[in-house]
């Protein structure tokens, strides 16, 4: 089993930044994608970022069009920690954020797809006012 949990959510204005943090415990040799989800009020669960390593080296590292060049993951492989760097944030970034984790090489499109990982953090609240 693995266990996930979120950090560093809070509220923002528009324009500022927050880093978010996933710790992974437990079975986290087997770890070899994480990724952010998102989900605001009234609507479904959705893709943030996500990165993958193998042999201690980033496969991929994938964002959703609506954060590119604003939002950054990066991790540490070895601790099995991934973080969310999210700057010149929205009113519309604002969303309970998910880590989540899974033990099997992912496709990058497979990656963006909530269902297809196993493990769940219980989530972190991003408000961002205007």
């Known amino acids: 089993q693995v266990q996930l949990v979120e950090s560093g959510g809070g509220v923002v204005q528009t324009g500022g930044s927050l880093r978010l943090s996933c710790a992974a415990s437990?079975?986290?040799?087997?770890?070899?994608?994480m990724g952010w989800f998102r989900q605001a009020p009234g609507k479904e669960r959705e893709f943030v970022a996500t990165?993958?390593?193998?042999?201690?080296?980033?496969?991929?590292?994938d964002y959703a069009d609506s954060v590119k060049g604003r939002f950054t993951i990066s991790g540490d492989n070895a601790r099995r920690t991934v973080y969310l760097q999210m700057n010149s944030l929205k009113a519309e970034d604002t969303a309970v954020y998910y880590c989540?984790?899974?033990?099997?090489?992912?496709?990058?499109?497979?990656?963006?797809?909530?269902?297809?990982?196993?493990?769940w953090g219980q989530g972190t609240q991003v408000t961002v006012s205007s």
């Open positions: 437990g079975r986290t040799v087997s770890i070899d994608v």
């Open positions: 990165i993958r390593w193998a042999g201690g080296v980033t496969v991929y590292a």
């Open positions: 989540a984790a899974d033990a099997r090489a992912l496709t990058i499109r497979s990656a963006t797809i909530p269902k297809s990982y196993e493990y």
